[in-house]
């Protein structure tokens, strides 16, 4: 069952959905803000989270010992991407592995976080969304979109609840590979990523089934990166 609370605004929808685990909630817990004063990003960077977009963070208590962050991750992606679409009309592609695009531009970004404390453990998928941002912060103003062209509340609400919808569908089937490759836009593509302060420059050639990234070097070796240990930046699009 869903429990869906709206704030005005929050510091961070994962940090206050975290205290709320702690103290019991349950799987399908939703927290949602307008704004956050502290959001958080990935790889601890500061996530802006002005007014005009939606702050989402979902509740789950995985029943699986050795459940997959970066699976749920890829399967968030997925979920967001079907509800723009079916919402807006709108073709939506995925970077690898958290970042959703519209027109080439980061539209949405995800955080998932996993807690072990003890016999509970849980995870808190947190999902950041441009709904209609009328000045995007001068940091960002370059690479966001806005979902939505003009302000419109009941087009906005029917994004959130098809988003929660459509992640609880795709949760609870497991099926998104296919879909999450097929809107993939750093496949075929020459892409730089940091490892150790260290730019490196390969060739992206498979997603595998744990949405593990298979790169070419140019000397022709080939490794699978994982989501938790770069950040890939396509050289071009
Ligand atoms: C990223 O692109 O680096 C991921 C951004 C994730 C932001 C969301 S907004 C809701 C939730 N609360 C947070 O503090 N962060 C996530």
Redesign the pocket.
Known sequence: MIDFILYDSVT????LLKEKALRGAEEGTVIAALK?T?????QG?A?I?DEGGM???ILLRPKEINFDTALITSMTAVAVCKAIEKVTRQKTSIKWV??ILINNKKAC???CESFICGKDSFVIV???LNYFCSEFDDKIKDIAVNIFKTQDKAKEDRLTQEIINSFFEIYNSKSFLDDYIKRSIILNKEISFIRSGKKIFARAIDIDNKCRLKVKYTDGKQELLSSGEISVNLKEL
């Open positions: 961070s929808t994962n940090d956050q502290n959001g958080r990003g990935r960077k996530f989270s702050y989402l963070s958290n970042d970004g995800i955080l947190g999902i950041g």
